[in-house]
């Protein structure tokens, strides 16, 4: 009877703990974006509707540095996030704002190449959905640790230049190397003006008729993607979402050219790409931002998407016509949540297991010294 009930406990105590490790690692990715995560839906517009994932900051861990476990965890995290994501939401297309590895700029090819296929294994995407990948400053470095290899074997792996142009249906997205808007005369600097520059004409004519004449790609204002935030000088005015940073940061000063676009650089790619929408990263938190008149543009900044740099991770979900864009958040499971899950239940597990055992030794003591009960009375 006592190997009877100790392997119901048993069997008790391993179910409930198989139970809240296959919805923590499983299931909870999976709730979580089915219930908070929907497509805006586009109502002007009779256009094409295009729905884009928008990723940042996944800092993937190398070899050099962080511990095994913690590479574990995150990289898990991001793998369970984004492929329930698509296999939920059916995106057509996927940016990602850079920082995809954390020592990007460490070891040589090999160990860079071992680092890009694991990206690649982690967020692969069927052939249906385009994918676009921007460089970050842990990728190749701050734009005083650039060097001609480490930029190269970037580009060369991700197709990228320091100004990019991407075109999904007629709607245009203006890619922008970050680092590379120092705007102080250097090579990488002066290359990436004279990008800007043949951009600039290129869409000034799109949007010409008479310059236009023999093309079939219509004119929309672009999308602007970039690693960097434009200029700004804090956090103060992001408001109290879940992803924005902790109140206490909120009014550290950013540094130019650092945390964000100095206000040179902002002023130069608002007026040169004259985008209806801005996207960058780079901060780890969300925020939405207003730029007035002469830009009249709303700015998106975009959470991380790892538990590494926030306990609540997220992304944007960009549904965009020609004529409409609509942007909505996609925050995904928060790593304190599910802490507090599995410290619950160790604790109610715990408390089981210890009432079980008290509960069987009593009764064992019980049947061990049986008690004893004096009669009164006449007896024949």
């Known amino acids: 009877m006592r190997l009877k009930n100790r392997y119901s406990t048993a069997l008790i105590l391993s ?26 839906k586009l109502v002007k517009t009779s256009k094409p509707v295009y729905h884009i994932f928008i990723i940042s900051d996944l800092h993937l861990l190398g070899i050099y540095r962080g511990h095994w476990f913690d590479k574990l965890r995150r990289e898990w995290q991001i793998y369970r996030s984004f492929q329930s994501a698509t296999h939920l939401l059916s995106p057509n297309a996927v940016f990602f704002l850079g920082d995809q590895f954390d020592e990007g700029l460490l070891g040589p090819d090999e160990v860079f190449e071992m680092y890009a296929s694991r990206f690649d294994s982690l967020m692969k ?50 890619l922008i190397n970050s680092m590379a808007m120092e705007r102080d005369g250097c090579q990488l600097c002066r290359q990436a003006e004279k990008e800007l520059d043949i951009l600039q004409k290129k869409l000034q004519c799109i949007s010409d008729l008479n310059c236009n004449k023999n ?37 550290e000063k950013f540094r130019e050219k650092l945390d964000c676009l100095s206000a040179d650089a902002t002023d130069r790619l608002l007026k040169a790409v004259k985008p209806r929408a801005v996207f960058d990263g780079h901060i780890h938190f969300g925020c939405k931002t207003w730029w007035p008149k002469p830009y009249s543009v709303w700015e998106w900044t975009v959470p991380s998407f790892s538990w590494r740099n926030t306990p609540q991770p997220g992304f944007m979900l960009l549904s965009v016509a020609e004529d409409e864009l609509l942007v909505s958040k996609c925050l995904l499971p928060n790593e304190l949540t599910v802490i507090a899950l599995y ?38």
Not at 361 to 373: D, G, I, S, W
């Open 125 to 174: 995407v069927p052939s249906r959905i385009q994918r676009y990948v921007l460089v970050g400053n842990h990728d190749i470095g701050f734009h005083n640790e650039i060097s001609p290899w480490r930029l190269n074997r970037f580009v060369n792996k991700y197709n990228t230049t320091f100004v990019s142009h991407a075109t999904i249906g007629n709607n245009h997205f203006v």
């Open 215 to 251: 093309s079939d790609i219509l004119y929309t204002p672009p999308i602007l993607l970039q690693h960097f935030p434009l200029f700004r000088r804090d956090d103060s005015h992001c408001g109290d979402d879940p992803d924005t940073a902790p109140l206490s940061a909120r009014s």
């Open 15 to 40: 179910t409930v703990l198989l139970a809240t490790f296959l919805f923590n690692e499983f299931l909870i990715y999976y709730v979580t974006i089915s219930f908070a995560c929907r497509w805006p």
């Open 343 to 380: 410290t619950i239940v160790g604790i109610l597990c715990l408390v089981y297991a210890v009432y079980v055992t008290y509960r069987s030794c009593c009764l064992k003591k019980r049947r061990l010294h049986p008690t004893y009960q004096l009669l009164t009375g006449k007896f024949d």
